[in-house]
């Protein structure tokens, strides 16, 4: 099985170390939302975050294509807000993208990810002024 598969498919589950061992021990991954981590520690405090904030998740990816070297994958995320996040307790957040994954022996060595910020950030109720800031903030304006 591809190893894009196999990360969507642990994360589906809520399967931590299932997902660790999708990476190599010093992987890099950016996220939107969570920034940049590396190594199998920091990955997983991130995983462990995310699920905490989140549950039924969903994330298919739609269209893989990948060599040895890498692999890029269009997809459709979704989950439901817990209320870890008290602002958006109950919200269902959805929306496409685009990851692009760095592969060694077949793990992933470095992960990044595209996504309209925008629109998963009005989903999660931020008010437009709010999300003008993040976005001048993200892209350096």
């Known amino acids: 099985m591809s190893v894009v598969r196999s990360f969507a498919d642990a994360f ?3 399967d ?5 061992d999708c990476f190599t021990g010093d992987a890099t991954y950016t996220d939107n939302f969570y920034g940049p981590h590396r190594g199998q520690v920091a ?8 699920f905490k904030e989140g549950r039924d998740y969903r994330w298919q990816m739609d269209t893989v294509v990948e060599t040895p070297a890498r692999a890029a994958a269009e997809w459709t995320f979704g989950y439901v807000v817990t ?29 990044r990810e595209h996504f309209d910020v925008g629109a998963a950030l009005l989903q999660l109720g931020f008010a437009p002024e709010s ?6 903030r993200k892209h350096g304006l």
């Open 83 to 111: 209320d870890t996040v008290p602002r958006s307790t109950g919200r269902h957040v959805r929306f496409r993208g685009m990851s692009l994954f760095e592969l060694t022996s077949g793990r992933i060595a470095a992960y």
């Open 12 to 14: 589906n589950r809520g």
């Open 131 to 136: 999300i003008a800031k993040v976005l001048k």
């Open 16 to 20: 931590v170390d299932g997902l660790l």
């Open 43 to 50: 990955l997983r405090e991130m995983f462990e975050r995310m």
